[in-house]
């Protein structure tokens, strides 16, 4: 495979498997060894695994619960089960992370008070709060942050309350599921009586809510609108929604004169995880690639498309109502960005989780040890990457052509 030149520009290059006049189903379901010999990336499209890990990105849906739902779903529980816990923080804070008991809202700084319940989960003991200021602190993030709690939320389960996490995934109806919850998680003066009437019947109303929307399936963690089973491999991640190009819904839609999403649109593959992440919408590749095609994103070789030029994120993310400016390749000045609330595009070439004839990627986390969580198109090879922690030396040391953006609302 010939290396293109780098101006100002990174492509995503896979060989088209009908070139070489192979039946793509058999290949792609039989034959990982032939495509990794001849420089093709393999992909399962059946696939739809969840991710693990914490980060500092963004969460995905159009408001508080739904980002509730897509964040626990997205750590592999069922639509039900992340119901059941959905019908527990309606009743302790209607899904308000700055709510105080007493319908107080807290500000920016505001410190709880033990004996008096905070945030999404109403936390009132001293000692449950002051793991909750801890992790503020060593993520560099407010108090009345969903994100932060909802990942402290998720520390516990994990931890000093793992007795509530596998309770929680045997339950196998929402109402249920938001019994188990409150009885080893949340545990309020309620009786069970109330608890099954009121928590329990506010899980199964979510639960009917968004069946349709976000299908109930303990090895799919994503919208209808991105993976819903069989023949869609795009998913999310920590409830960060991590697009693959060669998701069978967009791989063949054109991206330049003999070009596809498939072969060279990791570009707008990334500014649509990023768009997805930024504007609570549902903007997949099939819409950034259309748009990018008619507004002058795609590099041209040889009078074919080859990939992205470094214009996605001005001119795809600027009609998403996005701001692009430029950190350079300063590690802290990154961080920054991201700690704040926005996201990064990069473009490199090298090994994973680059390729050989250059690659967008998105850096959408900072962990709290200072590693970064990553959005990969790349199919499968993408998918695992995207639950890696990198160094972020290791990654910017491939970025050559100094192309380092942040996106922020």
């Known amino acids: 495979m010939n290396r293109l030149k780098r101006v100002l520009l990174y492509f995503c290059l896979f060989v088209i498997v009908s070139s070489f006049g192979i039946p793509t189903a058999s290949v792609f379901a039989t034959d990982e060894g032939f495509f990794s010999s001849n420089d093709i990336l393999f992909y399962d499209p059946d696939s739809c695994s969840v991710g693990g ?20 779903i997205g750590k592999g529980l069922t639509l039900a089960q992340a119901s059941g816990i959905a019908g527990n923080f309606s009743r302790e804070s209607g899904f308000n992370p700055a709510i105080i008991e007493g319908g107080i809202t807290a500000t920016e700084g505001y410190q709880p008070v033990a004996g008096k319940g905070f945030g999404i989960a109403q936390w009132t ?29 998720w520390q516990e389960l994990g931890s000093n309350r793992s007795g509530a996490l596998t309770s929680l995934k045997a339950a196998t109806t929402a109402d249920n599921a938001a019994f188990l919850f409150h009885r080893d998680y949340e545990g309020s003066a309620d009786t069970e009586a109330e608890v099954r ?7 199964l109303n979510i639960y ?75 903007v997949t590749p099939a819409d950034t690639s259309a748009y990018g095609l008619a507004n ?22 600027g009609h998403w ?39 967008f990627i998105v850096v959408r986390a900072v ?43």
């Open 125 to 153: 003991d001293g000692g449950r709060q002051t793991g909750l200021v801890t992790l503020s602190k060593s993520s560099n993030r407010s108090i009345i942050d969903l994100g932060l709690q909802l990942d402290y939320s």
């Open 197 to 203: 009437a009121n928590r329990g019947g506010d899980a």
């Open 296 to 317: 002058g994103t795609v590099y041209v070789e040889n009078g074919e498309a080859a990939g992205s030029l470094h214009n996605v994120d001005t001119v795809i993310g």
């Open 208 to 282: 009917t809510q968004f069946k349709s929307i976000i299908p109930d399936n303990s090895t799919s963690s994503t919208s209808n609108t991105i993976c819903t089973g069989s023949g869609k491999a795009s998913e999310f991640v920590d409830g960060f929604a991590i697009y693959n190009q060669n998701d069978p819904q967009w791989e063949k839609n054109p991206y330049g004169p003999g070009g596809t999403v498939g072969t060279s649109g990791c570009g707008p593959s990334a500014m649509a995880m990023i768009i997805t992440a930024l504007t609570d919408k549902s």
């Open 53 to 72: 890990g914490e980060g500092t990105g963004s969460l995905v849906g159009n408001d508080n619960l739904e980002k509730i739902l897509r964040y626990y």
């Open 367 to 409: 962990t709290a040890s200072g590693k970064w969580l990553i959005g990969d198109s790349n199919s499968q090879a993408g998918s695992n990457n995207s639950k890696k922690e990198w160094d972020p030396g290791f990654i910017l040391s491939m970025v050559h052509t100094g192309y380092v953006r942040l996106l922020t609302k």
């Open 321 to 359: 109502g996005l701001k692009s400016s430029s950190p350079g390749k300063n590690v802290a000045a990154i961080n920054e960005g991201l700690r704040g609330g926005g996201l990064v595009i990069l473009a490199g070439d090298g090994p994973a989780p680059f390729t050989s004839g250059g690659h």
